[in-house]
């Protein structure tokens, strides 16, 4: 049997079978320290697709990062074609534990770049080209920002039949179709004919577990589906995903004190109260109400609320039983699942 080519990326050779970090140069800190772009290359000794899974475009998103990791921690040795893993995209970020660069700009907003442009726009030059232009697939990890929390779920575009079947193979409880913006990592992907489904789960600057296991167990869904693992061991989701096409975000009407009733998961009928804003002095109370029945898939964890803010990312569902029942039960497959503690999936 002939030996399958080396994977070339960076200057550097990964042969079949291996596995390597590569670091990927990208700038140079104030002080002279040099900053690279890593990315760890598992290189099958089989034929198959090139995939990329990235974390940390955004600098506070960290639970992306923890995902990453116990994904390299899993059984990968009979993998066929080629894994690339960037744990953290947007180093400069993460080290200051924030979602931009240190010049404020959203990474996630200056693609596809320019070897000639900002910091920003040279490292998205350089992901979108060393990295993403390479595979057929990506699978981007997000978190809600600081002070926000998301239900695990999968955004798509509403036209790409590909991307939906693999966001229901994912097995997150909602897939949320939205629409390309501009300077985005999925938009620019797809121009160069890469899909990339983006996974959204947790808070920003802390893990949640059952986020956490959902990404792991989504993503080795994902490489079976596309036949890059073999199907032992990785279970298929207990419910389907609820499709979700619209979703708005539910605004204080008030500044004060912020006393929730409802979290991410929960479904909610038309006029519930979910939360209520008190002044600080006790002499006024108002009742936060829905305006339309949904699943929370999104939420503000603060209790202090000013006029205007969003609290509550409400999706739209066809039946509050079933959503119920989905979320329900996909957590319960999360939950029972003691192979993961152990971060042995395969």
């Not at 179709?177 to 899909?195: F, N, P, W, Y």
């Not at 039960?329 to 395969?346: M, N």
Request: glycine fraction near 10%; charge should be negative; proline fraction near 4%.
């Amino acid at each position: 049997m002939k030996k399958r080519s080396g994977f070339e990326i960076a200057g550097a050779v990964v042969e079949s079978g291996t596995r390597k970090t590569i670091e990927i140069p990208v700038s140079m800190l104030s002080d002279h320290t040099p900053v690279t772009l890593s990315a760890h290359v598992i290189h099958g000794r089989s034929d198959g697709p090139t995939v990329f899974v990235s974390a940390g475009i955004h600098g506070d998103e960290v639970i992306g990062v923890e995902i990453v990791r116990r994904l390299l921690r899993s059984n990968l040795k009979s993998l066929q074609g080629t894994l690339i893993v960037v744990p953290i995209v947007n180093t400069f970020g993460f080290l200051n534990h924030s979602r931009y660069l240190p010049d404020r700009r959203d990474l996630n907003r200056c693609f596809p770049g320019s070897p000639n442009g900002s910091l920003g726009s040279r490292l998205a030059h350089i992901f979108l080209h060393e990295i993403v232009g390479r595979c057929s697939l990506g699978i981007d990890l997000h978190s809600a920002a600081i002070n926000r929390m998301n239900l695990p779920q999968v955004r798509v575009s509403a036209n790409n039949r590909e991307t939906l079947r693999l966001a229901k193979v994912f097995g997150a409880p909602v897939i949320l179709t939205s629409a390309l913006r501009d300077g985005s990592l999925r938009q620019e992907a797809k121009k160069i004919g890469v899909d990339v489904l983006l996974y959204e789960a947790g808070e920003g600057m802390r893990f949640d577990e059952m986020s956490v296991r959902a990404g792991v167990a989504g993503i080795l869904r994902i490489l079976k589906e596309i036949k890059m693992l073999p199907k032992a061991g990785i279970a298929k989701p207990k419910a389907d995903s609820l499709l979700c096409s619209d979703s708005n975000w539910l605004r204080a009407p008030a500044g004060g004190l912020l006393r929730m009733f409802k979290a991410e998961g929960d479904v909610v009928g038309e006029g519930d109260i979910v939360a209520a804003i008190s002044d600080p002095f006790g002499e006024g109370e108002v009742e936060v109400k829905t305006r339309y029945a949904g699943i929370i898939v999104g939420r503000a964890v603060m209790p202090i609320a000013h006029e205007g803010d969003a609290l509550f990312h409400i999706a739209a569902v066809k039946s509050g039983d079933d959503a119920e029942a989905a979320v329900d039960d996909l957590a319960t497959q999360l939950e029972e699942a003691p192979l993961f503690d152990e971060d042995e999936i395969i």
